[in-house]
């Protein structure tokens, strides 16, 4: 885990005042959310209840309350005489829940096909537009709201309360991975397009290519499964092509060193 130090006055940077409406545990546990799963709050930063409450002007009450919720969700961790800190996903963890998500999202695609209503259609169409509108303003969180957005929309179109659940437990795990993959060169621009094709075989109905896409596209994450867990370690500087780094590199990543992306010293 990284030193207390850094990695407190990192988290005391990043939270957002907090909204008055909500009650004071659900406020505390969503500034705290929000930091984390757009990647302002690296993995494996100390989580110190106490310089929280001062930056929230709170008591620990409702931090540690929101503590608790965060390691039930998955995204934060306690350990013995240490506290709580961002969850690290090692690569087998990033792959299997790579590999679950793979197999849910084939059969939340397959049941859209066949459910999907002309009004949910008509939202993702109009929604293409503001992805595009985020990659061309260079916004990647905005980008990751939209493709947060975009899956839910179609398991919403499956009308599976039980998928739908199952789900649930992915969602915030996989946003923590996402905030940090959109740094693969590409990825993004691919990404879009391959939703704008697949919103249009749901709504031809074509469940078999729409199947095939959506699988092709969790592949290839998959197969930088190894490199992703570099990006999320925070262990490479710069954004990159996932594909460009060689086995040499990701070693010396995954041991802990730090690597300049590659060409990043020639556009410095």
Not at 61 to 87: C, H, I, S
């Amino acid at each position: 885990m990284p030193n207390g130090k850094s990695g407190k006055d990192r988290v005391m940077r990043v939270l957002e005042p907090l909204p008055e409406a909500l009650q004071l545990g659900v406020r505390v546990y969503q500034a705290l959310l929000n930091g984390i799963v757009s990647g302002q709050i690296e993995p494996g930063a100390p989580l110190r209840p106490d310089a929280i409450a001062r930056q929230l002007e709170v008591s620990t009450t409702p931090v540690r309350e929101a503590m608790q919720r965060l390691e039930n969700d998955g995204l934060a961790v306690k350990l013995p005489n240490q506290g709580w800190f961002v969850r690290e996903h090692t690569e087998q963890q990033i792959r299997e829940l790579y590999e679950l998500r793979a197999a849910l999202e084939r059969f939340s695609v397959r049941l859209a096909c066949q459910r999907i209503t002309d009004e949910e259609l008509a939202w993702l169409r109009e929604h293409q537009s503001t992805g595009e509108a985020a990659l061309a303003a260079g916004d990647m969180d905005a980008y990751r709201i939209y493709n947060r957005d975009l899956h839910a929309a179609i398991l919403r179109a499956a009308k599976n309360s039980y998928l739908s659940s199952t789900m649930a437990q992915l969602r915030l795990q996989s946003e923590m991975l996402m905030a940090k993959t959109i740094r693969i060169i590409g990825r993004p621009l691919r990404a879009i397009e391959e939703h704008h094709r697949l919103v249009e075989l749901i709504a031809a109905r074509d469940a078999g290519s729409a199947v095939l896409l959506i699988s092709s596209e969790l592949d290839e994450v998959m197969a930088l499964a190894d490199r992703i867990a570099v990006i999320y370690r925070g262990r490479l500087t710069g954004p990159f092509a996932a594909a460009s780094l060689t086995r040499e590199q990701i070693g010396l990543l995954m041991a802990g060193s730090t690597v300049a992306a590659p060409g990043a010293e020639d556009s410095a």
